[in-house]
């Protein structure tokens, strides 16, 4: 049973976008593995608060130490501009 998650940012996309990314991942599975498929494809569509979440290794500057911890720059009041 395939299973796709997806996290998006909270708040960004529509219900009907929502339903249409699970939609799309569905028959991309389909179109990969066939159509016995579709009734066995879980998608999970998880939205993810505003600044709960980083991109890269830019580092902050708290004061955080060691190697092998995860440093990221927080964007705050980010959107995305829909079409």
């Not at 708040?11 to 159509?35: N, Y």
């Amino acid at each position: 049973m395939p299973l796709i998650n997806v996290k998006v940012i909270e708040g960004v996309f529509t219900e009907a976008q929502k339903a249409e990314i699970v939609q799309k991942l569905t028959d991309a599975m389909v179109g990969i593995e066939g159509e016995n498929m579709r009734s066995l494809t879980l998608v999970i569509l998880e939205e993810v608060k505003s600044g709960d979440w980083g991109i890269g290794e830019a580092g902050d500057d708290r004061g955080r130490e060691g190697r092998g911890r995860w440093h990221a720059t927080r964007l705050t009041g980010f959107k995305l501009a829909h079409p």
